[in-house]
């Protein structure tokens, strides 16, 4: 069982390490300054009382509030149409790893969505008590957060995989697909400024999953679908290899992984018909 001092020990580590990734955030320009302040400040005191607690052994940590960063993306999220990112189609169909320039596509049949739709609701409902049960059941969030999104409810999705990254940071499940949310909701974007902070979050929510997880295949394949679409293509290559090695032969997302490769050599072909000259 975990003791008190291991949970004061866990959210230390967890702390320093956020104040870490926050200077990566704000170098990459995935987060504005007003944001990067109140965060700082904030990991910044809990950490003080965090440590202060292990010295003194006296746990008077001031309680926090919700990140900022969390607030600030899920209200971008919420102010843009993204529940159906084309008209009449559900996320949950988009949020696989599409190519880029790869267009969503749904089944429209009223009656399939409706049954579909009572079907989502109640997984919530019943994960919904799971989580109130356990708040602190990693799983739990995980499932919680994939019901939210195939609800079409992202903002909320997004809540239950920050609440799974504070469970344990130290697990890439979360950080990828929190990363692929935020980025095909940048895809929608037509403010440019806005649309660069939400793949530079995208991307450090990749880089994150690949640092703690590094056996986890998803993130890579994630990551390739972004770098393809920011013209990054050898990256792209080199990560989509990635997916592919670490991938076992029946996952899910392993087509998707093959027809990125496929479309990344094709764009990588010489489209001339004269003969290279010798290096």
């Keep these: 069982m975990t003791t008190d001092r291991e949970q004061l020990e866990s959210e230390r580590d967890f702390l320093l390490r956020s104040l870490d990734d926050l200077e990566v955030e704000r170098?990459?320009?995935a987060i504005d300054d007003e944001s990067y302040a109140q965060l700082h400040d904030d990991y910044t005191a809990r950490a003080a009382a965090t440590i202060r607690a292990l010295r003194d052994g006296v746990d008077a940590?001031?309680?926090?509030?919700?990140?900022?960063?969390?607030?600030r993306?899920?209200?971008?999220?919420?102010?843009?149409?993204?529940?159906?990112l084309v008209a009449g189609v559900a996320l949950a169909?988009?949020?696989?790893?599409?190519?880029?320039?790869q267009t969503a596509s749904g089944n429209s049949?009223?009656?399939?969505?409706?049954?579909?739709a009572t079907a989502i609701g109640e997984e919530i409902t019943q994960l919904q008590k799971q989580a109130n049960a356990n708040p602190d059941d990693y799983g739990v969030r995980l499932r919680l957060a994939d019901a939210y999104a195939r609800n079409n409810d992202l903002p909320t999705a997004l809540e239950q995989w920050d609440a799974a990254i504070s469970i344990d940071a130290n697990r890439p499940e979360a950080h990828a697909q929190a990363g692929r949310a935020l980025y095909l909701?940048?895809?929608?974007?037509?403010?440019?400024d806005q649309q660069a902070k939400l793949v530079g979050e995208a991307k450090a929510a990749f880089d994150k999953a690949i640092e703690v997880g590094p056996d986890y295949?998803?993130?890579?394949?994630?990551?390739?679908v972004l770098e393809a679409a920011t013209t990054d293509q050898a990256a792209a290559r080199a990560d989509v290899e990635m997916f592919l090695a670490k991938a076992p032969a029946d996952h899910p997302l392993r087509p998707n992984g093959l027809a990125l490769q496929r479309q990344l050599t094709s764009a990588s072909?010489?489209?001339?018909?004269?003969v290279p000259s010798s290096p």
């Design 109 to 116: 049949q009223d009656q399939r969505l409706s049954a579909a």
């Design 93 to 101: 169909s988009a949020l696989g790893a599409r190519l880029p320039g």
């Design 217 to 224: 295949p998803d993130s890579y394949l994630f990551r390739a």
């Design 185 to 192: 909701v940048s895809e929608q974007l037509t403010d440019k």
């Design 27 to 29: 170098e990459s320009g």
């Design 73 to 84: 993306r899920a209200a971008v999220i919420a102010a843009v149409v993204v529940f159906a």
């Design 61 to 71: 940590r001031p309680e926090s509030p919700p990140p900022v960063a969390t607030k």
């Design 269 to 274: 072909a010489p489209t001339s018909t004269t």
